[in-house]
């Protein structure tokens, strides 16, 4: 994950990460058709290949992840707007020399952070 977003630099990098319940077994890098440093939009054939592994290797979807090169370390309104899964959304905001992640659940126009364990 972070080796992909930092490969987009200074773009907004995303991607699917796919498991079994809570628990991350997949990261799946796709590409930003954007081409932005502040959105992301997923390009359509890599996103719909990525969901044929995940179901090709009887797994779930169950996080979107993308970075914020400029920060903020949490979801924009557009993020919040454009939200089309009911999954965990990863945000790698660009923090010192590294990048800081934060989880987020986004529902009816608002979002909570959810704890991410890491490791
Ligand atoms: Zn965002």
């Known amino acids: 994950m972070i080796a ?8 907004e ?31 359509p054939l ?3 290949h990525a969901f044929e592994w995940i179901d090709s290797r009887h797994l779930d979807l169950i996080g ?13 309104p557009t993020d919040i707007a454009e939200a089309a899964y009911a999954v965990v959304h990863v ?10 992640a934060h989880g987020f659940w986004i529902e009816n126009g608002g979002f909570q952070e959810v704890h991410l364990q890491i490791g």
């Not at 992909?4 to 773009?11: A, E, I, K």
């Not at 990261?27 to 390009?43: E, I, T």
């Not at 979107?64 to 924009?76: A, C, D, L, R």
């Open 13 to 43: 990098a995303c991607g699917l990460l796919a498991g079994r319940g809570t628990k991350v077994d997949a990261v799946l890098p796709v590409k930003n058709q954007a081409k932005s440093p502040v959105r992301f939009v997923m390009d």
């Open 91 to 100: 945000i790698l905001a660009r923090a010192d020399q590294g990048w800081r």
């Open 64 to 76: 979107i992840f993308h970075s914020h090169p400029t920060g903020p370390e949490t979801v924009s």
């Open 46 to 48: 890599e996103q719909l």
């Open 4 to 11: 992909h977003v930092d490969s987009y630099l200074p773009l």
